[in-house]
């Protein structure tokens, strides 16, 4: 079974400050991890999906890692904002079914001005 | 391309009724997956299908339970006999397998989902 963990929960900065969203996975055997940004009540949008033989993925100010190998990725968001406050989701699916996806519970992310 | 719609976005029933909740996909996505997420939680799987075939259900999906996807368009999710702890938000996702030379990716595009209240 693929289990996630998102490190830290929650976390509250003020604006300007770079930030780092860690994420783990227990079962290292992946095709693909996604990056996921859910704002209160809302569904989930996709940011960045890293695959497997990827080391990292780039999308304006945020920038994800991977290393499958110790089944680990974090999420670097830089210069953060106001408008980046939401729950960031970490997801990955399993190498030997590519399909359901597996999630963290995400970290809450507030960006104060 | 108008991204993944769900309908409605808010359900609120009592207990013992029966609701069902439908997803229209991304035009050309082949793959449809449900997905349930409660407060504070990441979303769970409960089942997908790729065209019209339905290729896995989690054991969160019970006997009450039924996904179809007629025609490998859009899709229904049915609660029956509703209960207290069905309430969460129902999430709908699609995708397209794509890549080549032995990369594969499967990103999923989520729906605005539909919020379940049962009394």
């Known amino acids: 079974k693929q289990e996630v963990t998102q490190i830290p929960a929650a976390l509250s900065v003020p604006e300007g400050e770079n930030l780092v969203l860690n994420c783990s996975f227990t079962?290292?055997?992946?095709?693909?991890l996604q990056w996921f940004r859910q704002d209160p009540g809302k569904g989930l949008t996709s940011l960045l999906l890293i695959q497997s033989s990827q080391r990292e993925q780039t999308s304006g100010r945020l920038n994800a890692s991977l290393d499958k190998s110790s089944g680990r990725s974090t999420l670097y968001i830089a210069a953060s904002q106001p408008g980046d406050s939401a729950t960031y989701l970490c997801?990955?699916?399993?190498?030997?079914?590519?399909?359901?996806?597996?999630f963290g519970r995400g970290t809450q992310l507030t960006v104060w001005p | 391309d108008t991204g993944v719609s769900q309908d409605p976005r808010h359900k609120i029933t009592k207990r013992g009724q029966n609701v069902t909740f439908r997803c229209d996909p991304i035009s050309e996505h082949n793959r449809l997956y449900w997905y349930r997420q409660t407060l504070g939680q990441g979303p769970e799987f409960l089942t997908y299908f790729q065209n019209e075939a339905q290729l896995e259900k989690s054991r969160l999906l019970s006997d009450r339970f039924s996904a179809e996807r007629p025609k490998g368009s859009f899709s229904t999710l049915e609660i029956q006999r509703t209960e207290q702890g069905d309430s969460a938000m129902y999430l709908c996702?699609?995708?397209?397998?794509?890549?080549?030379?032995?990369?594969?990716?499967?990103?999923?595009?989520f729906g605005p989902g539909t919020r379940l209240t049962v009394l």
């Open positions: 996702a699609s995708s397209s397998i794509r890549g080549g030379q032995g990369i594969t990716y499967n990103e999923q595009f």
């Open positions: 997801a990955v699916d399993r190498g030997s079914t590519l399909g359901r996806l597996y």
């Open positions: 079962d290292s055997a992946i095709y693909n």
